[in-house]
């Protein structure tokens, strides 16, 4: 299956259109693009790997990218994703847009599932505070008051969940986007191959 087929009945967003776009339109496109999340995210990732020919480059990027999602850091996953892209030489635009399912619509269903994912792993004292209490009660003063328990209950899980689940969607990730960069540029290397061949 070819994730950056373009299809031919492809729905094009605001972008395409010929009429000036308005700032009410501009803030609907920022919050839910016109042409959709699938189309718009095949069109990011299309740019990148027009840019690059290295498939390790682009599916290492986007392997960070997917791992941060499952840090417990609300609002830093952008930076982390691109010093980390940085330090291990990846695609950095990949390892930005990986990331972006991270935000404070998806923050309380990531967090879930690594604490339910880490609750099975670490071993938690009977009657410790829990991630729903965690959620009913959340303020700055609970956080405060009850830092230890908190730790031990609740982040530690989150912590070591996070990583397992981050860690497979990771290494899954890189090795999806590995074969789609590098069917794309084979596909693309043999069309060009084929048009020069008919100018001979």
């Known amino acids: 299956m070819e994730l950056l087929q373009v299809p031919a009945s492809r729905k094009r967003g605001i ?13 609907q496109e920022s919050v839910y693009p016109t042409m ?18 290295d498939e390790h480059k682009v599916a290492m990027g986007a392997a960070i990218g997917m791992w941060v999602n499952f840090l417990p850091l609300p609002g830093l996953g952008g930076v982390i994703s ?20 991270s935000n404070p619509w998806t923050f309380p269903l990531l967090w879930w599932v690594s604490y339910a994912v880490g609750r ?10 829990s991630f729903g209490m965690l959620m009913q009660n959340f303020s700055w003063e609970y956080l405060g008051a009850n830092i ?6 609740v982040l530690l899980p989150m912590a070591v969940g996070g990583q397992i689940i981050g860690i497979i969607l990771g290494l899954i ?3 999806i986007m ?14 060009q191959a084929a048009l020069a061949a008919l100018k001979v």
């Not at 892209?85 to 990331?99: E, H, L, S, T, V």
């Not at 099975?120 to 505070?129: L, R």
């Not at 230890?148 to 209950?153: D, M, T, W």
């Not at 074969?179 to 290397?189: A, H």
């Open 148 to 153: 230890v328990p908190l730790l031990e209950g």
């Open 120 to 129: 099975q792993v670490v071993p938690v004292q009977e009657g410790s505070i």
């Open 173 to 175: 990730t890189y090795r």
């Open 15 to 27: 972008h395409a259109s010929k009429r000036p776009a308005t700032v009410g339109s501009m803030i």
């Open 82 to 101: 691109i010093i980390l892209a940085w330090i291990f030489r990846a695609n950095i635009p990949a390892a930005f847009i990986a990331q972006i399912p």
């Open 178 to 191: 590995y074969l789609q960069v590098g069917l794309f540029w084979d596909k693309r290397r043999a069309r």
């Open 36 to 53: 959709g999340y699938k189309a718009l995210g095949r069109w990011f990732l299309l740019k990148i790997i027009r840019q690059t020919h």
